[in-house]
């Protein structure tokens, strides 16, 4: 590890900025949208009694029990809605404004919503709840695009895996300090639940001053904006004034010649070309939510307890879940550095897949013959899936279309995969719990088979992208699905 983040001063690796703004912009943007995914589990009964309060005083409304989970369902997926709107206009914003400049206005609707949080329960509105998750979808999904291709586009080719994996890192860490800090002992009560659910905008504030000062994009700024000066700037700034930072100069001049304009969204689909790294990106991304990983933690606390936990149990089990998804995503930098795209997306689909049939077979059995030893099985076999998951689906999906496209077509590729990766989120969450009803422990099988399709494709026809230019690897997927996969 410590030679992965060797820091130097020469441009070849890591340099000190380089760190601080993977740091900083993780922090502030990326561990924000994992709090929004983990923070309504813990405190759900609570806000769900408030909802119902709010109901009967303000709206003079008796909500039976059906009601109150219809309402509790729009505001969980409202967030996912507002990511799949999203989606849809964050290939734009990039282009438009930059890659640091959607982040700046992402951290500023984040902000936003914080502030809706906070005062909804003073002012007994569920509309001020429910426009807080809906904008806060709408800002994840434009840091789902931007934040890969930020660091990205500051960092070395030799270290694109490794900052790569900084967006999952920031999205399991958030997961867990959302878990932490919704616990009852904390500020999951009936009188701080709106500090529990606003708690993230501390991170957004105190990261904000630093990313207004960071550099934009070199890459960004020469081919969309046109200004070699300033693209100049940014990259001696990133590299340290003895870096060859003219020959980063060349290169995206002769990507400029061929290149004269970004790739308009009709462009992109039209072009047959581009149509198997598109295959991949949105794939990967609908995969990696699917898989079962957003399964397991919008639903551990119901899926514990009926593996025969108690309630406490459950929840601190949930919180060490939590724990050791965020430590298997530290492993990011070090396998990206050392190991292939490839081999690594192999075993993460393989490991999630025998993972999720054992924890459907040992829950099952459980359930039938109520042996204590099979719990800690269905545990061993959801950490199993965790660390599986974190091998590649997780790491790689966010940034794979960073790799496999050239910079024209590069933010309409990363939106489409942002946007199927919502919806896959959506799917998840509205259609698990039906099939939780109808197949019981049995609800993981349809995600085990997307796991498997997920394997055959990254087999059949995905590139290997570790140490090579977008440029290099293009031609290979040039024949769509004829191509050859090296």
Known sequence: MADIMHVNDEGEGWTWLLLLICVTTTVGTTVPVGY??????????????????VLSGEYDTNSDENQLNLLWTCIVSIFLIGGICGSCISACCTNKYGRK????????ILLLCGLLFTWCRAAKSL?????????????????????????????????????????????????????????????????????????????????????????????????????????????????????GVQQELNDLEQALNMESKPSTICQVLRNKELFLPLLLVCTFQ???????????????????????????????????????????????????????????MFCSCILCSLSLAGMSLSLYFLLKSEASALTY?????ILSFILGFQLGLGPIAYFIGSELLEDAPRPVAMSMGSLFSWTGNFLIGMCFPLLQTVWGSFAFMPCMCVCIFCLVLTWRYLPETRGREPKDVSPLMSQGLRSKNN
């Not at 400049?101 to 500023?108: A, N, R």
């Not at 426009?131 to 080719?157: D, K, N, Q, S």
């Open 36 to 53: 929004f995914i983990g923070v309504l589990n813990a405190p759900a009964e609570i806000i769900r009694s408030w909802c119902d309060e």
């Open 127 to 243: 509309e001020m709840l429910m426009c807080a998750r809906f904008f806060g979808g709408i800002a994840a999904a434009l840091i789902f695009t931007a934040h890969p291709m930020y660091l990205l586009e500051l960092a070395p080719v030799r270290l694109s895996g490794s900052v790569g994996v900084f967006t999952c890192i920031g999205v399991t860490a958030g997961i867990l300090l959302a878990q932490i800090v919704s616990l009852p002992q904390l500020l999951g009560t009936d009188e701080n639940w709106p500090y529990a659910l606003s708690f993230y905008a501390l991170l957004v504030l105190l990261c904000m001053l630093p990313l207004m000062c960071y550099p934009e994009s070199p890459r960004w700024l020469f081919l969309v904006k046109g200004n070699a000066a300033s693209s100049a700037r940014a990259l001696r700034q990133l590299r340290g004034r003895q870096a």
């Open 101 to 108: 400049g959607t982040l700046m206005i992402s951290s500023v």
């Open 286 to 344: 609908a995969t990696q939510q699917l898989s079962g990983i957003n399964a397991i933690f919008f639903y551990s606390l119901s899926i514990l307890t009926n593996a025969g936990f108690t309630s406490d149990s459950a929840t601190w089990l949930n919180l060490g879940m939590g724990g050791f998804n965020l430590a298997c995503s530290l492993l990011g930098p070090v396998l990206l550095r050392k190991f292939n795209r490839r081999p690594l």
């Open 377 to 381: 099985v269905s545990i061993a076999f």
